[in-house]
């Protein structure tokens, strides 16, 4: 398949987090435009299971809670999904997360392998027959291959503007693995890849562009230093990015999710289910949307 057929069904599979809840009163009477995206996640079980940065769950702590429900995740995951009536938005409940604290290593393994925790997580939501993606073997991984990664760079400042919705759908970006880390072998630790990342696209999955398979996860973009007119040194985004192998995601998989109690809530709604509930995404009256 072409990037183009690829894609259509992998962004299917790709949600935006964002708050639930937002502060109103008479000098700011209504929600923003669109609510600002803090992150990027895929779906990689179809039981609600979505592959995330360990960094993107650190925010859910962060946001705006609601009082009377302390113990509630007051995040969104929102799934842009089309339907026989258009485009649809649906917003998936979050009831658990995890994020990787540690990782053991082999013993028999090389000291150069040995790497931190790496940035990785996982979000549940109350949803069953959701699109998920296929893992690929992340020891394909080779400089020079062609990737594709797609998310929400910018968060929600590509998608609204002017008080109104102009897109809804994640950005597609296109590239090459640039270099594997710490040097090219079956054991590798990351890459790195030739695509800027904004804030927003952390979480987004990185993919094969003949068939949609996930190699790796978005995790952080690379910098240069500039000096300033005052001498001092700012920030300058670079084209590089950093990413997870896919093969972390498979341990999470094999070795902690085998025993954490997954069992969704008996009267969880299939995404067909929710799809036939929804409303069409009308761009021209989304100012006039309803509050999350």
Known sequence: MGLSETYNKVKRSIVAFVPKYFNVNPDNPKP???PPIFGTGFIFREDGLIATNNHVLSVFGKVLQDPKNPNEYPVLALLFTPSERGMVEIRLEVISMG?????????DIEDHYKIPTPDLGYVQV???GLPALELEDSDCVAEGIEIATAGFPMGSDLL???GRLKQTTPILQRGIVSSVLPFPS???????INVM???GASGSPVFMPESGRVIGILFSRVYDFEETKKGD???APTNFSYCVPSNYL??????????VNLELPPDTLSLTEMLKKSKQINILDWEDRDPL
Do not use: C, W, Y
């Open 197 to 199: 990342a904004q804030g």
């Open 126 to 128: 109350r949803a069953k």
């Open 233 to 235: 040194l700012s920030k």
């Open 160 to 162: 609204a503007e002017g």
């Open 32 to 34: 923003p435009a669109f």
């Open 250 to 259: 498979r341990r999470i998989m094999d070795e902690h999710l085998a025993h």
């Open 99 to 107: 994020g990787i604290r540690s990782i053991v290593h082999k013993k």
């Open 186 to 192: 079956k054991n590798n630790t990351g890459f790195m």
